[in-house]
């Protein structure tokens, strides 16, 4: 019976095909992918955006050059921060810098490398206005911009982060801060606050990795034409047994910008930071595309971290810097916004990080620092994923 069912359904199929044919009503063949340039493409917030690149390193020197470490400074007092972020202004803008991570890694084979993510988006700006999307800092949500640029040139990658603003990663790092200062620990009111956001997040950043599959479907291609790398969050502060400071000492908010209680930096770099990463690994795993595990790319180089220090007369040295922004309460440097983003020498490193995983199998990867580089951010090393 089975065989007479599909023997009849075959036939009535190409039965309903030459009749299509024959009144000239066949369906229009599927749009295929372009045949162009190639390009990488970055989406998402500000830790792919490039927010923090105007700094190398970090200092609580104000004069001149700002010991060498703002890349901003073009002579005298004088600062031009769209020397570093381009076309997006020093405040409220995307903050997409010249050494984001798209913009330098060594992707062979990439003719351009477009930066899409924006510093302060959360999923809802980049998905598509079709699937809910909202614009955000003037410009269409992000899958949309993609779509245009799908059908125009030959995408062959695209990094994505996106889900710690939906968290709230800042503001939890905010808070923390404050609740030093008041001698509060901040763990035990953020972390169930955490524990319940995390199934919601993971759903909406299910949602974008989806709706950039179904944008990319609709240009023409499949979805083995390109590489979606999914990318988690390192974390910007060292656990509580790592830092240069004793906990009680002003400097951790006055010179050195991490004011940050030993127990809540703990919980935020080995329970915090994990779980992100963690939701965002799963998340891979179930949509098929490829994981950049960054939780512990920049270990070591995090602000005040044991073994690091602010540059002075010696100038940016990032075997010693930290490479993370530090926390400029009095906006003094540059903007709050920087603030605990990977900096200059984060970012390069990051974007060895993504060249790495480019030239290796599609796959989930941990991205490390590879100490046989003696310090050079450049010098990154990658291994499977547990």
Not at 124 to 132: C, E, H, I, Y
Not at 136 to 145: C, F, K, N, V, W
Not at 154 to 177: E, M, P, W, Y
Not at 339 to 355: D, F, I, T, V, Y
Request: net charge neutral; glycine share 12%; with cysteine.
């Amino acid at each position: 019976m089975r065989t007479r069912t599909r023997t009849a359904s075959r036939g009535a199929a190409l039965l309903t095909v030459a009749l299509l044919g024959l009144a000239g009503l066949t369906a229009p063949p599927a749009e295929a992918a372009p045949v162009g340039p190639t390009v990488a493409v970055a989406m998402g917030d500000s830790f792919i955006s490039g927010e923090g690149g105007r700094w190398l390193g970090n200092t609580d020197r104000y004069d001149g050059s700002r010991s060498g470490t703002d890349r901003a400074w073009t002579g005298g007092s004088k600062y031009d921060p769209g020397k570093v972020y381009a076309s997006t202004g020093a405040v409220g803008g995307c903050h997409r810098s010249d050494v984001s991570e798209i913009a330098t890694a060594p992707l062979p084979g990439i003719d351009e490398r477009v930066n899409l993510a924006c510093s302060g988006a959360e999923t809802v700006n980049v998905l598509s206005a079709a699937a809910g999307g909202r614009p955000y800092q003037g410009e269409a949500p992000q899958t949309d911009r993609l779509a245009a640029l799908a059908r125009a040139k030959r995408v062959k990658v695209i990094a994505l982060s996106i889900g710690g603003n939906d968290l709230g990663f800042g503001t939890i790092i905010g808070d923390c801060a404050y609740d030093w200062y008041f001698k509060r620990l901040c763990w035990k009111t953020q972390a169930p606050v955490v524990e319940q956001k995390l199934p919601g997040v993971r759903a909406k950043v299910t949602a974008v990795v989806d709706d950039i599959r179904a944008t990319m479907r609709a240009a023409g291609y499949a979805d083995g034409d390109y590489r979606l790398v999914l990318q988690s969050y390192p974390s910007p502060i060292p656990g509580g047994e790592s830092f240069r400071l004793s906990q009680n000492d002003s400097d951790r908010m006055f010179k050195d910008g991490c004011p940050f209680n030993d127990r809540d930096a703990t919980w935020a770099a080995y329970t915090l930071v994990p779980q992100i990463s963690d939701m965002v690994k799963a998340v891979a795993g179930a949509r098929g595309t490829d994981y950049m595990d960054l939780r512990d790319a920049l270990a070591g180089h995090e602000v005040c971290s044991l073994g690091t220090e602010q540059v002075g007369q010696r100038g940016p040295d990032a075997r010693q810097d930290e490479w993370f922004r530090f926390l400029d309460y009095v906006n003094t440097q540059g903007t709050l916004e920087e603030s605990m983003h990977p900096n200059a020498h984060g970012q390069r490193a990051l974007a060895a990080c993504l060249g790495l995983v480019g030239a290796a199998a599609p796959g989930r990867y941990a991205c490390t620092q590879d100490w046989f580089g003696n310090g050079d951010p450049s010098h990154m090393r990658i291994r499977p994923a547990g």
